[in-house]
């Protein structure tokens, strides 16, 4: 009597190699897909990061650019900087945010610093409060824009630094101009 073996199917070693295979191949997928999903979410952040800057920083413009005069006052004791703009508005630069009229428009901000020249005098001031004055100074100047030849503010963001340079007969557009650092 003769057995008839068929060799239809796999064996044991066969599946055991194939499910090893299939699953080298879907934790291979599941990985990439993470791995895309997170460089998606960083890169969304910083984008929008990077709007909200400019978008701030071209409301500041606008706002320096279309008024007649404003009033700046600066405390060097919590590094406050309060500009009243001839059309009531109202901004603020704090040690770490901006805000515009009470709303905050930026935060994670590591210093800044504004530099006014005018006719008669320059004006600086920003979160690093200067050595030589006492903690109690304050600065209070009231500025028309026809006194004005320059004016410039400094913002610097982690890893970033924007630096806005312009005088007032200039378009808005010709004023931006971005420096990046990185840091070291």
Not at 18 to 26: D, I, P, Q, Y
Not at 72 to 77: D, E, F, R, T
Not at 92 to 110: D, H, M, P, T, V
Not at 129 to 157: A, C, M, T
């Amino acid at each position: 009597m003769r057995v008839i073996r068929e060799n239809n199917g796999f064996t044991l070693v066969e599946i055991l190699i194939g499910m090893n295979l299939s699953f080298l191949v879907f934790t291979m997928l599941v990985s990439t897909f993470l791995l895309l999903g997170n460089f998606i979410n960083t890169s969304t952040k910083k984008l929008e990061n990077r709007r909200e800057q400019n978008l701030t920083l071209h409301i500041l413009d606008e706002m320096f650019y279309k008024t007649s005069a404003f009033s700046i006052s600066h405390s060097y004791k919590d590094s406050n900087t309060t500009i009243e703009f001839s059309d009531n508005k109202i901004l603020r630069l704090l040690k770490n945010e901006i805000s515009i009229n009470g709303e905050k428009y930026l935060a994670n901000i590591q210093s800044y610093s504004l530099t006014i020249n005018t006719e008669l005098e320059q004006i600086t001031v920003g979160s690093k409060s200067n050595p030589n004055l006492l903690s109690s100074e304050r600065i209070d100047s009231n500025i028309s824009s026809n006194r004005i030849i320059s004016l410039s503010i400094e913002i610097n963001f982690p890893k970033k630094k924007y630096s806005r340079y312009f005088k007032l007969n200039q378009f808005s557009i010709n004023r931006f101009k971005d420096i990046h650092k990185k840091n070291a």
